[in-house]
């Protein structure tokens, strides 16, 4: 069965520091996919990244990269030089690749709530 | 930028109502998911549907719960006898192809049952 830890419930820091958001899986799929999603307060879920197994470089998109690594089966979240919008739940999610075009589901974390303060 | 849209952003309902949530998926989508999120707690996935039929679904989704594109457009939940643990916020989703395809959710609909 698949399995997503994120054991940082709360997070509080204070504007412009950096900040890492901690993922931690478990699957027995050779080939699965991980993405993490934001919730702002208005409680909706962005997108904003996906990887694939296979794809172990780190990536990095302005202030936000991602650090993937299969022999630890973690992909963290880090985020430098916060700032006060990026105050939301913070969810990682696992996806298994069906095989023969079938559709698939997430299984997400517990999430961890980011409060980036002024 | 395409989006999915849900109605009602909010429902209130006494125990035992039906409850129907609607949602649009992006128009040239061919998958769509509905997700449950309980209030404080982790995204749960409900059911997936494609080619109008389910194609998979969790525990969660038993009797009381099903599924319709009833037009082109159109995906709904109904919770046939809503139960008090059945309050939570209702995310649809949809995505263009199977696989590793990035899903879109939809802002949600909150569901309270008194």
């Known amino acids: 069965a698949q399995k997503v830890t994120q054991a940082q419930t709360e997070i509080s820091v204070v504007e412009k520091e950096d900040v890492t958001l901690d993922c931690v899986y478990e699957t027995r799929d050779t080939t699965y996919y991980l993405f993490w999603y934001k919730q702002p307060p208005s409680g909706e879920l962005v997108f904003l990244i996906r990887?694939?197994?296979?794809?172990?470089q780190n990536e990095i998109s302005g202030r936000y990269s991602w650090n993937f690594q299969k022999s630890t089966s973690s992909f963290n979240f880090t985020i430098t030089a916060s700032q006060v919008v990026d105050s939301a739940v913070y969810f990682c999610?696992?996806?298994?690749?069906?095989?023969?075009?079938?559709?698939?589901?997430?299984?997400f974390g517990k999430g961890t709530l980011l409060t980036v303060n002024p | 930028e395409p989006e999915v849209t849900q109605t009602p952003s909010h429902q209130v309902t006494q125990m035992g109502q039906e409850v129907i949530l609607r949602c649009v998926p992006i128009s040239n989508h061919l998958y769509f998911y509905w997700y449950r999120q309980i209030l404080g707690q982790k995204v749960e996935f409900l059911v997936s549907f494609y080619n109008n039929e389910i194609s998979e679904k969790s525990e969660i989704f038993d009797d009381q719960f099903s599924v319709e594109r009833p037009d082109g457009s159109n995906f709904t939940l109904k919770i046939r006898s809503t139960k008090l643990e059945d309050s939570a916020m209702y995310f649809c989703?949809?995505?263009?192809?199977?696989?590793?395809?990035?899903?879109?959710f939809g802002a949600g609909s909150r569901l309270t049952v008194l």
């Open positions: 990887r694939n197994s296979f794809d172990e």
């Open positions: 999610a696992l996806s298994e690749a069906k095989s023969g075009g079938s559709n698939y589901k997430l299984t």
């Open positions: 989703a949809s995505s263009v192809f199977a696989g590793a395809n990035v899903l879109t």
